[in-house]
């Protein structure tokens, strides 16, 4: 079945460590997104990706990293210069035909703590 | 700049009574709008779109939601709702002008069916 898959699901880590975080779509999407969820904040754009070797930074991107190297592939990292990363993250991308709507598939997402 | 409002965070509601999940939205260009469900420890999908035409517009499992564009509105219907329902729900605009690239989230409701 196609889908986005993120991993791991659950991450621990300690202050001070990168960390990140997998995001495999195998949609044949085009663009894709990491969100940050945070409880009573709904979602904020962290960087998205229109095409591979291109990314643009979201609302919030300071203290993280992306890469697209791979159509299929957009990993994040959540670097120690990030200053509250225990959140819920959420990895997106959108179809062709319908991309310019907004119109958004996620992936199940991954739950970081920092310890 | 735009900007998407959930009225309530929180909505209990006895099993097989109607609800409404209420959202409000600001923006200087025309929107497409959307409407997400989130179970715990998932990611989003999508329920049910507004992109043109007809302003009712409604899903597989009962839900129904109406765009009001003199109200900027587009508030979440169903008239009977089942325990399964419960989950929390986001509202997202996305403005016509920006690719969709650029969807805002709603901080989220979340419903809670009660047997």
């Known amino acids: 079945d196609g889908g986005i898959t993120q991993s791991p699901k659950y991450l621990f880590r300690k202050e001070g460590q990168n960390v990140t975080l997998s995001c495999e779509q195998n949609?044949?999407?085009?663009?894709m997104y990491w969100y940050r969820q945070d409880p009573g904040q709904g979602l904020r754009l962290i960087y998205y990706s229109q095409i591979v070797n291109d990314f643009q930074k979201g609302d919030i991107a300071e203290g993280y990293s992306v890469s697209r190297e791979k159509k299929e592939s957009f990993p994040l990292t959540v670097t120690s210069a990030q200053k509250n990363p225990t959140a819920f993250y959420l990895c997106?991308?959108?179809?062709?035909?319908?991309?310019?709507?907004?119109?958004?598939?996620f992936g199940e997402g991954s739950r970081l703590t920092v310890l | 700049a735009q900007s998407v409002t959930q009225l309530d965070s929180q909505v209990p509601v006895f099993e097989e009574a109607p609800v409404e999940l209420r959202c409000n939205y600001s923006s200087s260009v025309s929107v497409y709008l959307f409407w997400y469900v989130q179970y715990p420890n998932q990611g989003l999908q999508l329920l049910l779109k507004y992109l043109s035409g007809s302003t009712l517009v409604e899903s597989i499992n009962g839900f129904e939601a109406e765009f009001n564009k003199s109200q900027t509105s587009f508030h979440l219907r169903k008239p009977s709702v089942h325990i399964s329902d419960t989950a929390e729900y986001f509202c997202a605009v996305t403005p016509s002008n920006t690719g969709g690239f650029k969807t805002i989230f709603g901080a989220g409701t979340r419903l809670f069916v009660k047997a």
């Open positions: 997106a991308s959108t179809h062709p035909r319908t991309g310019g709507s907004g119109e958004l598939f």
């Open positions: 949609l044949n999407h085009d663009a």
